[in-house]
């Protein structure tokens, strides 16, 4: 076959691309007029777009990227967005201070906000000491839960966020002293044992005889009860234990309470009041508040 002699398909009719692999020829069908329309058009919307829009890379001189006659910035728009953002959240903020509690507790979408804000505060300021989702660790209570050392309702927890717990710079903090009856010399060790048996009898638990059991519910009675009461059943008040049920901050085992008895546990909470804004401290109330359904 010569260059000037076209090859024919005899079954088609059509003109071969002179290729031929194994007796099988190619034919040189021009391509379906449609795709060819659609090819044509993505060339055209590509030029279109990059002179409308930033596309083409840094060239010499230029320094950067062309930037295209419709201005368009990702940068901008994002900077954008986020004020636009901001300005939502400035607006939600600021209807969160000028509500009560309660309100914010009935108002759907303000109780939405402070719940993401109040999540978003707790991981970033209480989560270190109470764990993740208030779930609390030895010595650091649970806010999961209903048992509360003070005051559980909304107005009480946002108090104690403003003004914290023994927190020496705030006349207002929240504030009650256990004595230190072993290492003041209060009590004697055998004193203290008689006391620990009979306040974790109390709570369901035999530890030591009778006369132990009965010895230290003597001294209970006037060492322990005028803030405990005399059932041990607490005060919230002073922040004093409930010492009839299962709960135990420091640990319930012999000596753990022991040592409670005999060093005392005075912990410290910061007065968060001092450094978060009003609607910060709310969110964080109305949080920590439906963590254990709340009072």
């Known amino acids: 076959m010569t260059d000037d002699v076209k090859d024919i398909d005899q079954p088609t009719g059509v003109e071969t691309t002179g290729h031929e692999w194994d007796g099988i020829k190619e034919l ?5 007029r449609w795709w060819l329309y659609i090819w044509y058009a993505t060339i055209a919307f590509s030029i279109v777009y990059m002179i409308i829009m930033p ?13 295209g006659v ?8 994002v900077a954008d967005q986020i004020e636009a953002m901001r300005g939502e959240r ?27 804000a109040g999540e978003s505060a707790f991981g970033d300021n209480c989560a270190t000491c109470h764990g993740a989702g208030g ?22 927890i946002e108090y104690t966020l403003r003004h914290g717990i023994r927190h020496e710079e705030d006349p207002e903090t929240r504030f009650s002293m256990m ?22 009898s109390l709570s369901g638990r035999e ?24 059932n041990g059943t607490g005060n919230r008040e002073m922040g004093a234990p409930n010492l009839t049920d299962q709960e135990w901050l420091f640990g319930g085992e012999y000596e753990d309470v022991y040592a409670t008895v005999y060093n005392a546990r005075n912990a410290h909470m910061p007065a ?24």
């Open 207 to 230: 530890v030591g005889d009778a006369e132990s059991r009965q010895n230290g519910a003597d001294i209970f009675a006037v060492q322990c009860a005028l803030c405990h009461t005399e």
């Open 28 to 32: 040189n069908n021009p391509l379906p």
């Open 55 to 67: 596309a083409i890379p840094a060239l010499p001189g230029l320094g950067t990227n062309t930037r």
């Open 179 to 200: 004595p230190s009856f072993g290492r003041s010399g209060l009590l004697s060790r055998g004193e203290i044992d008689d006391v620990v048996s009979h306040v974790l």
């Open 70 to 77: 419709g201005g368009h910035s990702d940068r901008a728009a």
């Open 135 to 156: 779930r609390g660790a030895k010595g650091y209570p649970t806010l999961a839960d209903d048992v509360w050392l003070w005051d559980g309702t909304l107005d009480g």
């Open 272 to 295: 968060w009041g001092e450094r978060l804004d009003d609607a910060t401290i709310k969110s964080l109330a109305v949080y920590v508040h439906s963590l254990g359904g709340g009072e």
């Open 90 to 116: 400035m607006a939600a903020g600021s209807a969160l201070v000028n509500a009560s509690l309660e309100e914010i507790e009935t108002d759907r979408s303000l109780q939405q906000f402070a719940m993401a």
